[in-house]
């Protein structure tokens, strides 16, 4: 049996006792850094196997724990923190088990996805996990064109060091968006910062380096304070311009003139209004 068995995001104390119970139970535990484990095991004094199961050497562990889950071992997968299996080798050796008909249970426990965003305030009935955020400049700018229109609220993992630059294209992309920098979940040092990009950038100005884990959080377009709702309203306007006939062009121009918002982003409204236009709701 493979059971995939998720771990403290920072305190050691939020670990379930469901999850002790097998740790201390199975024959083999694969995890992403066994030092780390390790530090977790002797908290709970835990003596189990351990097998290092990472990014780098997957392919080649893989095989191996498999052959033993065949040979009717019980394994436990853990990662580093959290949940296995996102944005972790964890997938690939459970999806290799499901395919090969062996069993495998997932055990509740904490998430530093779902922590984040009921901390963060932000609409919680529909969000979109994007795992970690592109590294270079030019794939993050393309990648927040898209994943920032995905529908509801945006969650991604990213390093400290880029943490500055993303807020950076995201501000230049959405000034009035609402976004949410929870760092250090459950630790010592939790820190949870709310604001637009503009403002989290302030607050972070005054520090020399960010450090931790972060977790970055985005609005919905539709929910995203004052600034949303006088988004709503141009999209409002646009459609019926855009229904007598008028250009994308000439209607952006127009609505650019009579607020405060931009005229390349009142244009790109005018074309996504274009191309989406809202469904009519059914008549009694």
Known sequence: MLYVCPTPIGNLADITLRVLEVLRSVDLIAC??????????AHYGIEVRMLSFFEHNELRRLEQILGELEA????????DAGMPGLSDPGYT???????????ATVLPGASAITTALVASGLPSDRFTFVGYLPR????????????????GTLIAFESPRRLRRTLVALGERWPKRELAVARELSKMHEELLRGSAGQL?????GREEVRGEIVLLLSPEEESGAGGAVERE???????????GMGAKEASRLVASLTDMSAREAYRLAIAVRE???RRQDRD
């Not at 992403?32 to 095991?41: P, S």
């Not at 141009?234 to 007598?244: D, E, K, S």
């Open 32 to 41: 992403e850094d066994t030092r780390r484990t390790g530090k977790l095991l």
């Open 72 to 79: 009717g071992a019980s394994v436990a997968l853990v990662s």
């Open 93 to 103: 050796l459970l999806r290799a088990a499901l395919d090969r008909g062996l069993p």
């Open 136 to 151: 270079t400049a030019g794939r993050l700018t393309a990648f927040v064109e898209e994943a920032g229109t995905a529908g």
């Open 201 to 205: 950038l302030e607050l972070l100005d």
């Open 234 to 244: 141009v999209r409002a306007a646009l459609t019926a311009m855009l229904g007598r």
């Open 276 to 278: 989406k236009p809202p």
